[in-house]
T-cell receptor, first 115, second 112 residues
Framework: SAVISQKPSRDICQRGTSLTIQCQVDSQVTMMFWYRQQPGQSLTLIATANQGSEATYESGFVIDKFPISRPNLTFSTLTVSNMSPEDSSIYLC????????????FGQGTRLTVV | AQKVTQAQTEISVVEKEDVTLDCVYETRDTTYYLFWYKQPPSGELVFLIRRNSFDEQNEISGRYSWNFQKSTSSFNFTITASQVVDSAVYFCALSEGHKLTFGTGTQLKVEL
């Protein structure tokens, strides 16, 4: 298994500002993902964080709005840029330890409110 | 494209009742994995079970059991003798490679 630490756990931000969320894993993992859960909704994949290269974004999500970094095999950041109230969501980091792994582990999430 | 349907938006039961959460999925893949996660009010996602498409054996873990039926593309989850601590949102998910497609979730409320 993998233990995932996400920071911050929650934040209230002003519209127009940006917030960077950190995801730290206690062991090296092959794959890291970022999901968004809007209020009362299901989880939607934002992107796959690729180590040493640009993230792979899902339809509807763009790098300018959600820049992602992954400098090594245990750490990734997601930035929510130029925030609006519509960005109020829970953002979750997820990891898959190895290519042969089939289980995805999730961080505790970052609850973001934009006012 | 993959799709997961959880038709039950909210279920309320009285403690000690049994409850079944439904999950129906669509995929063109022949090899895939199905998952159930629990999300308590605190927000974290708690892994409950993973099942691969070649294993149709039902599984029981304590008060939890899962019924996987490939013929009907369903992967239902039953909680026996429900408890207040079972109150949470439960998500069914389907894997595409290592990416997950989630259903919309079922809010389970267990009352005394």
């Amino acid at each position: 298994s993998a233990v995932i630490s996400q920071k911050p756990s929650r934040d209230i931000c002003q519209r127009g500002t940006s917030l960077t969320i950190q995801c730290q894993v206690d062991s090296q993992v092959t794959m890291m993902f970022w999901y968004r859960q809007q209020p009362g909704q299901s989880l939607t994949l934002i992107a796959t964080a690729n180590q040493g290269s640009e993230a792979t974004y899902e339809s509807g999500f763009v790098i300018d709005k959600f820049p992602i970094s992954r400098p090594n095999l245990t750490f990734s950041t997601l930035t929510v840029s130029n925030m609006s109230p519509e960005d109020s969501s829970i953002y979750l980091c997820s990891v898959v330890p190895g290519l042969s792994s089939t289980e995805a582990f999730f961080g505790q999430g970052t609850r973001l409110t934009v006012v | 494209a993959q799709k997961v349907t959880q038709a039950q938006t909210e279920i309320s039961v009285v403690e000690k009742e049994d409850v079944t959460l439904d999950c129906v999925y669509e995929t063109r893949d022949t090899t895939y994995y199905l998952f159930w996660y629990k999300q308590p009010p605190s927000g974290e996602l708690v892994f409950l079970i993973r099942r691969n498409s070649f294993d149709e054996q039902n599984e029981i873990s304590g008060r939890y059991s899962w019924n996987f039926q490939k013929s009907t593309s369903s992967f239902n989850f039953t909680i026996t003798a429900s408890q207040v601590v079972d109150s949470a949102v439960y998500f069914c998910a389907l894997s595409e490679g290592h990416k997950l497609t989630f259903g919309t979730g079922t809010q389970l409320k267990v009352e005394l």
